[in-house]
C-alpha cells in the first residue's frame, strides 16, 4: 500500500514505497550485538554475511576500503540489520545525543519497563534518565524511557496503558483483541 497523493496543484507524488524492509545500526562487535538483540530483546537471527574487498560494497555504503560482518534480526513486525565494519581503519565510535543531528532510535513496546530495565542493564545498557509517564491525551498513562548501549545507539521502551492490554496498532488505534 502506498501513501496517498495529494491533488493539489503543483503537487509531486510520493515515492511509491511499499513497505519499510529493515533498520541499519552500525555496532562495534557483532557478537555483542546479536547477543543483546538476540539473547536479551528476543529477536530471531535470519542470516550473516561477511563482505571483503569488494567493490559492490564500497559502493554501496560510500565508504572505500569498506569490509564487513552484517547478521540480521527480526522480531516483533521488524528487522534490524547490524553491521560490524571490518575497515576501513580510521572508523570512529560517535555517541550522539538525542539532539544531535543524525540521531536516531527505535521504540519498543513492553509488558513491563521495570523488569526491561532491570534486564537490560544487565547487558550494559543504561537509562539516559527515570521512566517518564505521559500526561494527557490519548496516551494517557503510558511509561517511556530511552536507553542507551555500549555502542552509542539509543532505543526507547514503551510500556502501554494496562487497561488497554496490547500495544496500538499502526493507525494507533488500541487493541484489546
Known amino acids: 500500500m502506498t501513501a496517498p497523493i495529494s491533488n ?4 509531486k507524488s510520493p515515492v511509491a514505497i511499499s513497505k519499510v524492509d529493515h ?17 536479551v530483546l528476543g529477536f530471531q537471527q535470519r542470516y550473516t554475511w561477511k563482505f ?3 567493490p559492490f560494497i564500497e559502493n554501496l555504503v560510500g565508504v572505500k576500503g ?8 527480526e522480531g516483533y ?15 570512529k565510535l560517535i555517541r550522539p545525543r538525542s539532539c544531535d543531528i543524525g540521531s536516531v532510535h527505535i521504540g ?21 534518565a527515570e521512566p517518564q509517564t505521559v500526561q494527557g491525551g490519548e496516551r494517557d498513562g503510558m511509561r517511556l524511557i530511552y536507553v542507551r548501549g555500549p555502542d552509542g545507539v539509543t ?14 496498532d499502526d493507525a494507533g488505534t488500541a487493541r484489546t483483541d
Open 8 to 11: 493539489a496543484p503543483g503537487a
Open 23 to 39: 533498520t541499519g545500526i552500525t555496532v562495534s562487535s557483532l557478537k555483542d550485538a546479536l547477543d543483546f538483540w538476540v539473547d
Open 52 to 54: 571483503e574487498n569488494t
Open 66 to 73: 569498506a569490509a564487513m560482518s552484517v547478521a540480521m534480526v
Open 77 to 91: 513486525g521488524h528487522r534490524v540489520e547490524l553491521l560490524e565494519y571490518l575497515a576501513p581503519a580510521d572508523r
Open 108 to 128: 519498543l513496546y513492553v509488558d513491563d519497563l521495570d523488569v526491561a530495565l532491570v534486564r537490560v542493564a544487565e547487558a550494559g545498557w543504561m537509562p539516559v
Open 155 to 168: 532505543i526507547e521502551f514503551i510500556q502501554y496503558v494496562p487497561e488497554r492490554r496490547r500495544a496500538p
